[in-house]
């Protein structure tokens, strides 16, 4: 089943770096060589929703993500 989802690349960990972070098992398998991408749900807040979201201590939805190819951080 196929999801698109909108966001924010936040972080971005090379193949390489793979074994600098602590993943889980199955997420090192699948990222064994491709990049692992770390973004924001829903895209960039703007200045009012981070604003509120720091007001209300809402915290931010994180995908993780696995690509074939580098992503800049901060794409959308």
Do not use: K, N, Q, W
């Amino acid at each position: 089943m196929a999801e698109t989802i909108r966001g924010e690349v936040v972080h971005v960990v090379p193949p390489a770096d793979l074994d600098e972070y602590d993943v889980d098992d199955e997420l090192r398998e699948l990222a064994e060589s491709r990049y692992v991408l770390v973004c924001r749900a829903g895209g960039a807040p703007s200045l009012v929703e981070r604003a509120l979201a720091f007001l209300t201590r809402r915290s931010i939805e994180a995908v993780t993500l696995v690509a074939d190819a580098p992503v800049p951080e901060g794409s959308r």
